[in-house]
């Protein structure tokens, strides 16, 4: 059964930099297509960005496109998302989650992590 914890939230200001990491544990990241999301208060949760399981394909939403890059590392079995400046409408649980398919379906995730909370703010 995979599992997935998130680290790396945090205060920041406006106009600054966070990574966050997804650690995977009983099985494989390449096993999985992983995705990002988040959800702030009062608001659906959205999907931010995915790597498919091969690592070839990575999408991303058009309210982060050109700030932030998802990455892995299949050697230390974790997904990353850096996220460059960062606004205060950012502020939210960021999760990361897998979608078994290897595909990125933001519908298709079956296993979550409990999330990390992202706070912009001067």
């Known amino acids: 059964q995979l599992q997935l914890v998130e680290s790396g939230g945090g205060l920041v200001q406006p106009g600054g930099s966070l990574r966050l990491s997804c650690a995977a544990s009983?099985?494989?990241?390449?096993?999985?297509?992983i995705g990002w999301f988040r959800q702030a208060p009062g608001k659906e949760r959205e999907g931010v960005a995915c790597?498919?399981?091969?690592?070839?394909?990575?999408s991303y939403a058009d309210s982060v496109k050109g700030r932030v890059t998802i990455s892995r590392d299949t050697a230390k079995n974790m997904v990353y998302l850096q996220m460059n400046s960062l606004k205060p409408e950012d502020t939210a649980v960021y999760y990361c989650?897998?979608?078994?398919?290897?595909?990125?379906?933001?519908?298709?995730?079956?296993?979550w992590g409990k999330g990390t909370l992202v706070t912009v703010s001067s």
């Open positions: 790597i498919s399981s091969t690592g070839g394909t990575r």
């Open positions: 009983g099985r494989t990241v390449d096993d999985y297509a």
């Open positions: 989650a897998a979608d078994p398919s290897g595909w990125c379906d933001y519908g298709g995730m079956d296993f």
